[in-house]
């Protein structure tokens, strides 16, 4: 599923409201096993994406990224996305953007470490109501 952020701004949504849902739709998905469907939503959502949070969403990228590698045999492929995830994603908060950062590193780690990383029940957890008020986006 892709969404094309100039028809879908033209059709009376902010940029902000446009990435909030990206963003929240990616999440959605990652935690229901579309890991490919998440990369693609957030990668759309990162490429309109301005200032330092910009690192934040490249790393669920990388996580999404290297857990498709994972579910694909690619342990080189998801060790090398999963150490540039874990590595940005170390720096943010709990709770950054009501992401559950500890949770995502766990999973993260235990594919690191060959262990079994199945989805919890219910998912990874999120937040939406986190999500910033601001989020700089590129002009239109």
Not at 105 to 130: H, K, M, S, V, Y
């Amino acid at each position: 599923m892709r969404f094309d952020m100039e028809e879908e701004i033209s059709n009376s949504e902010s940029s902000y409201e446009m990435g909030r849902r990206l963003f929240a739709e990616g999440v959605r998905q990652f935690c229901e096993g579309g890991y490919f469907e998440a990369h693609d939503l957030w990668e759309e959502f990162w490429q309109e994406l301005r200032g330092p949070d910009r690192v934040f969403v490249q790393a669920l990228i990388h996580l999404a990224v290297g857990t498709c590698h994972y579910e694909n045999g690619n342990m080189n492929g998801a060790r090398s996305q999963l150490r540039k995830a874990t590595t940005k994603l170390a720096k943010y908060p709990a709770g950054h953007w009501g992401v559950t950062t500890v949770d995502w590193l766990r999973w993260a780690n235990d594919i690191l470490r060959n262990r079994d990383a199945a989805t919890p029940q219910g998912g990874i957890p999120f937040e939406d109501a986190l999500f910033p008020e601001h989020v700089p986006m590129a002009p239109r």
